[in-house]
């Protein structure tokens, strides 16, 4: 089956520091990357939708300029935290939808999940 | 727009009884519907999806779901529930549009299954 993976696993910074977390799809094309945010026992929250070549999507309320997210590739996005607070503390998980078609549904894939903590 | 509900953020069944999550959508155009479980500190698992055809879909580990369009819900059963079943339930809904829409979850169910 489809893999997505994410890296790292988890990570620990101190308070305005920048993250980086990659999303990848290991063996698939995936021209669009859906960016979630998990808070303890709460349900997935969207935050943005990445487009290879293009400007990523946000959310109603997501800050673009706190979330940097680029599309480098096919099979690469890259969520940047900028700046990061404890309030940014978080699961980020991402999910990659294989591209087969524009007018039928394509399987979305998840990655497993990036832990932030924020100190 | 879509939306989803998931009535009882926990349940709890004992080893080898009906399990039973309930998810109610509203959408405006014919939804796509999926389940997905989650354990601790890990991703998503699509467990099973309704996109079009048959109404009941079966899925992995032997759950299984009905989409009911008139009664706007897509509920989750396996009918003997064991122990590794014990994890986070999502519904989630996404317009049959085009190919990569987004998807809207609910607020999810923890099955909690007592041996």
């Known amino acids: 089956g489809a893999v997505v993976s994410q ?15 990659e999303c990848r799809s290991l063996d698939f094309q995936a021209t669009t990357m859906f960016w979630y945010r998990q808070f303890p026992k709460q349900s997935l929250m969207l935050m943005a939708t990445s487009n290879e070549g293009s400007k990523a999507t946000y959310e109603q309320g997501v800050e673009k300029d706190k979330f940097l997210i680029n599309h480098a590739s096919l099979t690469l996005s890259t969520l940047t935290v900028t700046s990061a607070h404890p309030e940014d503390s978080s699961f980020y998980i ?7 078609s524009a007018f039928s549904y394509n399987e979305q894939f998840f990655g497993p999940g990036t832990r932030l903590t924020v100190l | 727009a879509q939306s989803v509900t998931q009535l009882g953020s926990h349940v709890s069944v004992s080893e080898g009884a009906l399990v039973l999550l309930r998810c109610n959508y509203s ?13 601790p500190n890990q991703g998503l698992q699509l467990l099973l999806k309704y996109t079009t055809g048959a109404t009941l879909v ?36 996404s317009p049959s549009l085009f190919g990569n829409e987004k998807l809207t979850f609910g607020t999810g169910t923890r099955l909690t299954i007592i041996p």
């Open chain 1, 7 to 21: 890296h790292p696993s988890r990570v620990i910074c101190k308070s305005g520091t920048s993250v980086k977390i």
């Open chain 1, 94 to 100: 991402c999910s990659a939808p294989m591209d087969r």
């Open chain 2, 27 to 39: 959408s405006s155009v014919p939804p796509y519907l999926f389940w997905y479980v989650q354990y």
């Open chain 2, 58 to 93: 079966k899925g992995i580990n032997g759950f299984e779901a009905e989409f009911k369009k008139s009664e706007t819900s897509f509920h989750l059963t396996k009918p003997s529930a064991h122990m590794s079943d014990a994890a986070e339930y999502f519904c989630a809904v």
